[in-house]
């Protein structure tokens, strides 16, 4: 056998506390990629306090002090989404009372699954490890409870050398007032392969919290990127930027919200789940911007939902190069400086800036 799925965690026990949870990475074969099973528990009541995801405060993959990856649970969906472009990956997307909401999301090492080139292998490292923080009732249908199962995907018998890995990591997260300049110096240590830009806010599309984004080196020397995000969006960003999702919700009647993977452009449809002749009832959707979708129905039943619409969880994901061509990525070591400029659209809110880089053994 080349390849095999191992799980690395079996799935917990439920938890009703806030915790870290800590894997060991001490296998001797590489890794092509890493899934994290979510699931909790929704409450019977509304509101949503946020994305299911949320609930995922930090996914770090360390090696002592040394920080492979690190992001939030809606950073990891959203790189995952532009990443691989198979959304929904495999997930019970509902906010349905007393049901279990189940998100999947993937930590990919190569540039597809069983790249032999970039894959993690944790030979190279000390003592690597997978480490997973949770808020558990912090994202969802106020959770009662929250569950996780890691499975990996490794090569078995196929013997492969691969020459590093994709590291991905959180730089800044900011919170500036509107039409206000943020500057950033980014690291200049390994190539980029992409740049996400990630700001989610009720009521409000990413294209009003940023309102242009400027990529200099040296001093504004060479001038990398220079646009709007709709400009961006509409561009060099656009591919898998445009995501579909389906989900079930049963509310207790009246206008409630409920959070949705996309912020932008949303277009939202639902169809009852339950025959009632009399009286008839109504279930309506309106809004989305910032992925916060009015959900309202006159009598307490259940509905399918279609959304669809641009920038998953607020994010925009800029590439650098072809991205199958390690070689054509953006070498950032002659580079003395390398600055970004964001300038705040009409909106305060929090902004987050994480790059996908290619890191050599």
């Given amino acids: 056998m080349k390849y095999r799925s191992v799980t690395l965690l079996a799935l917990t026990a439920q938890f009703a506390d806030n915790r870290t949870i800590t894997i060991d990475l001490d296998m001797a074969d590489p890794i092509s990629e890493i899934y994290l099973d979510v699931r909790a528990k929704n409450n019977g009541g509304f509101p949503t306090v946020g994305p299911p995801l949320d609930t995922v405060t930090k996914i770090e993959i360390v090696d002592g002090s040394d920080v492979l990856y690190s992001l939030d ?4 969906e959203a790189l995952d989404i532009y990443h691989s472009g198979q959304w929904p990956r495999g ?3 509902t906010y ?5 909401n189940t998100h999947v ?3 990919s090492f190569g540039r597809w699954l069983w790249d032999e080139v970039l894959a993690f292998d944790p030979q190279h490292f000390s003592n690597p490890q997978l480490r997973v923080t949770f808020d558990y009732d912090a994202g969802g249908k106020t959770p009662n ?9 490794m090569f078995d018998e196929k013997a492969i050398s691969p020459s590093g890995f994709l590291m991905t990591k959180e730089i800044k997260r900011w919170s500036h007032a509107a039409v206000g300049h943020e500057y ?9 392969r992409k740049l996400f830009l990630q700001s989610r806010y009720n009521d409000n599309p990413p294209n009003w919290i940023f309102a242009h984004i400027k990529l200099s080196s040296d001093q504004d020397k060479k001038v990398i990127i220079d646009n709007e995000l709709l400009e961006l969006v509409s561009g060099i960003a656009k591919e898998n930027a445009y995501v579909y999702e389906s989900m079930t919700a049963s509310p207790s009647g009246g206008a409630t919200h409920i959070h949705v993977t996309p912020t932008m452009d949303v277009i939202a449809t639902a169809a009852q789940l339950v025959v009632d002749e009399a009286p008839a009832w109504a279930c309506a959707v309106a809004g989305g911007d910032g992925g916060y979708l009015d959900y309202y129905t006159s009598i307490m039943h259940p509905a399918n939902l279609r959304v669809s619409g641009m920038c998953p ?3 925009i994901a800029i590439p650098f190069g072809l991205q199958n061509e390690i070689d054509d990525w953006f070498d950032v070591a002659p580079i003395g400086n390398l600055k970004l400029d964001v300038t705040s659209g009409v909106i305060t809110a929090v902004q987050k800036c994480f790059i996908q880089q290619y890191r050599p053994y």
């Fill in 73 to 76: 649970g809606i950073e990891a």
């Fill in 145 to 153: 409870y929250a569950k996780l199962k890691v499975i990996a995907a």
């Fill in 184 to 192: 950033t110096d980014l690291p200049t240590d390994y190539p980029y």
């Fill in 91 to 93: 997930q019970r997307n």
């Fill in 313 to 315: 969880h607020g994010t």
């Fill in 105 to 107: 999301v993937a930590i």
């Fill in 96 to 100: 349905e009372a007393a049901q279990e």
